[in-house]
T-cell receptor, first 112, second 114 residues
Framework: AQSVTQLGSHVSVSEGALVLLRCNYS??????LFWYVQYPNQGLQLLLKYTTGATLVKGINGFEAEFKKSETSFHLTKPSAHMSDAAEYFCAVSDNDYKLSFGAGTTVTVRA | KAGVTQTPRYLIKTRGQQVTLSCSPI?????VSWYQQTPGQGLQFLFEYFSETQRNKGNFPGRFSGRQFSNSRSEMNVSTLELGDSALYLC?????????????FGNGTRLTVT
């Protein structure tokens, strides 16, 4: 079975500081890996997706993630946090495009 | 292009009742998936439909069912509601005909069971 573990249920950063959200996956087959963001009272929005090819994936809103097979990790980063980045972030793994296994989520707060 | 539309946004039901939630996918998307989101269990896959056929189902009891119509719109039904069914139900659509088509989520239906 595929699963993901997100380290840290809550992350607090200062505006302009680096955002780093950690995700480790477990999969017996080459996975699809995703990061989604959820704002209050809204659905999930795809930030980025890894399938094959380049291990550094660039997404929307300045986010990027690096697939490291040796570490089974897919950490999400953004060089400079903005107030609008305050939200909940979910890492997910799948072997297809519709049945995703999500992590527990990491809530990001941004301090002015 | 309109996004995924879920109706209603909010529902309050009583234990033992049944409920039907509706989802209209993005135009051209033929795959519709449903997820349940709760504070305790997080996001869990319910089922996925493609061309009116259920292709995959998560680990939920038979009280949870769904269907898809010829226009790709989908409904999910929960019968004999329990307090634990209170959750945000998210629908997502995708276009399997396009390589690497991601899931696009609606804003969800928040169901409260009292």
């Amino acid at each position: 079975a595929q699963s993901v573990t997100q380290l840290g249920s809550h992350v607090s950063v200062s505006e302009g500081a680096l955002v780093l959200l950690r995700c480790n996956y477990s999969s017996s087959v080459p996975p699809y890996l995703f990061w989604y963001v959820q704002y209050p009272n809204q659905g999930l929005q795809l930030l980025l997706k890894y399938t094959t090819g380049a291990t550094l994936v660039k997404g929307i809103n300045g986010f990027e993630a690096e697939f490291k097979k040796s570490e089974t990790s897919f950490h999400l980063t953004k060089p400079s946090a903005h107030m609008s980045d305050a939200a909940e972030y979910f890492c997910a793994v799948s072997d297809n495009d519709y049945k995703l296994s999500f992590g527990a989520g990491t809530t990001v707060t941004v301090r002015a | 292009k309109a996004g995924v539309t879920q109706t209603p946004r909010y529902l309050i039901k009583t234990r033992g009742q049944q409920v039907t939630l509706s989802c209209s996918p993005i135009s051209g998307h033929r795959s519709v998936s449903w997820y349940q989101q709760t504070p305790g269990q997080g996001l869990q896959f319910l089922f996925e439909y493609f061309s009116e056929t259920q292709r995959n189902k998560g680990n939920f009891p038979g009280r949870f069912s769904g269907r898809q119509f010829s226009n790709s719109r989908s409904e999910m039904n929960v019968s004999t509601l329990e307090l634990g069914d209170s959750a945000l139900y998210l629908c997502a659509s995708s276009n399997p005909d396009r390589e690497n088509s991601p899931l696009h989520f609606g804003n969800g239906t928040r169901l409260t069971v009292t």
